[in-house]
Nanobody, 119 residues
């Protein structure tokens, strides 16, 4: 059973930074593409960044960077220059088949971690 667990969210002041972690268990992370998505209150879930099996990445926000540590079965999302509009639940998802960044392409989802940007 593949499980995806996010961590690292919290309350941060505008302009601050966070590093979110996505731990995958029950499978070998090296075989999975990983995506980070977010959903703000009243809005649809949207893409933030994805990283392929080969390590190639795509970003939909200028202030993020994504990396993977297959030895630790963990993917990281670094977010800098946080703004109140970045407040959302951040979700990590994993998929062994698709190497893309569409929401519908991901099979395994975590429960999300809340990021709140406020002074």
């Amino acid at each position: 059973q593949v499980q995806v667990v996010e961590s690292g969210g919290g309350l941060v002041q505008p302009g601050g930074s966070l590093r979110l972690s996505c731990k995958v268990s029950g499978a070998r992370l090296a075989d999975y593409a990983i995506g980070w998505f977010r959903q703000a209150p009243g809005k649809e879930r949207e893409r933030v960044s994805c990283i392929s099996v080969s390590g190639g990445s795509v970003h939909f926000e200028d202030s993020v960077s994504i990396s993977r540590d297959n030895a630790k079965n963990t993917v990281y999302l670094q977010i800098t220059g946080l703004k109140p509009s970045d407040t959302a639940v951040y979700y990590c998802a994993a998929d062994p088949t698709h190497d893309s960044c569409g929401l519908a392409d991901y099979e395994y989802w975590g429960q999300g971690t809340q990021v709140t940007v406020s002074s």
